[in-house]
């Protein structure tokens, strides 16, 4: 008797179990390149989505290489969500082709790219490889502004709504809540960043950010883009800079040598800063990671 009851029990339990589960399961698995492109999915896609991100914010998007970890989370994916532009050039094309997974295809419903979705800065460069790490395309790095990635967010809610129709409200009110969560902070950013005196970054990937708020870019580290400077480079900048005010900005994977070098040479501040939010964000930690760039270069106060 007590056996019999037990069983029913763990029976029920174990049903309840599985029951549970399914109910959880995500309706779209979703691989991000980025933990920018992962926060605006894990934003869009809240409450059906399970978000998977390939690179971390130390890692340069640039130079990675296909992985077998990359390959096993594109394997399943339904939809991967890139910054695109040429951005993953070098490794996303292998990655996608080792994983066999037809769904997720460029030119099928299930590849997303963001920089696709809105204008891009810088478009039309030359494609010449003396020039350094161009993209003719564009400049890639659309993560650095609010008000494009909004955009992409209502793009991305169209397409999760494509693959799952049944989410589709779901997916463009969680898209709709994001720009508007993004547009209550705008007028905040660009008062702080009105007098905002420039910045020297490593390379050209914060400049959508520099756009939108009218920050001046005073100069570049890197003089030809993916080719680390000389002391001479970095010598004639110091000179070209000086009596100036600004701040120096670069980001984890880059070397501290040469961003240091100059800002201890013209009395500014040196602040390694990634592009992209914590691997765990969502929008608002998207959002307050620009907060934290704003904070930046932003003038004391």
Excluded at 105 to 118: H, I, K, M, S, T
Excluded at 190 to 210: E, T
Excluded at 220 to 226: A, K, L, R, S
């Amino acid at each position: 008797m007590f056996q019999s009851v037990l069983v029913s029990v763990i029976g029920a339990l174990l049903g309840g179990l599985l029951t549970f589960g399914s109910v959880q399961a995500a309706a779209l698995d979703v691989v991000a390149t980025s933990s920018g492109m992962g926060a605006l999915a894990r934003t869009v896609g809240a409450g059906r989505a399970q978000v998977t991100v390939l690179a971390s914010p130390d890692r340069d998007l640039h130079r990675l290489q296909a992985k077998p970890m990359m390959i096993r989370a594109l394997r399943d994916a339904d939809l991967v969500v890139a910054v695109g532009a040429e951005l993953e050039v070098g490794w996303l094309p292998v990655a996608i082709a080792s994983a066999a997974n037809p769904r997720i295809l460029p030119g099928q419903p299930g590849y997303f790219e963001a920089a696709a979705q809105v204008d891009l800065l810088e478009a039309g460069s030359p494609a010449d490889r003396a020039l350094g790490d161009v993209h003719p395309v564009g400049n890639p790095h659309v993560n650095m502004d609010p008000v494009r990635m909004a955009s992409v967010a209502s793009a991305l809610g169209e397409r999760m709504a494509l693959l799952d129709p049944a989410g589709a409200e779901t997916y463009r009110a969680n898209a709709r809540a994001f720009a508007a969560a993004t547009e209550q902070r705008m007028d905040d950013w660009q008062a702080r960043l009105a007098d905002a005196p420039g910045v020297v970054l490593y390379h050209r990937d914060a400049l959508y950010l520099l756009d939108r708020f009218g920050v001046p870019m005073l100069g570049t580290i890197e003089e030809i883009p993916g080719v680390p400077p000389t002391a001479q480079q970095i010598k004639g900048l110091s000179e070209r800079l000086q009596g100036r005010s600004g701040v120096v900005v670069y980001a984890p994977y880059a070397s501290a040598q040469a961003p240091e070098r100059l800002a201890k040479g013209l009395g500014w501040n040196a602040r390694r800063l990634a592009l992209d939010p914590p691997m765990d964000a969502d929008g608002n930690g998207y959002l307050d990671h620009i907060d934290l760039w704003v904070q930046t270069l932003a003038p004391p106060r």
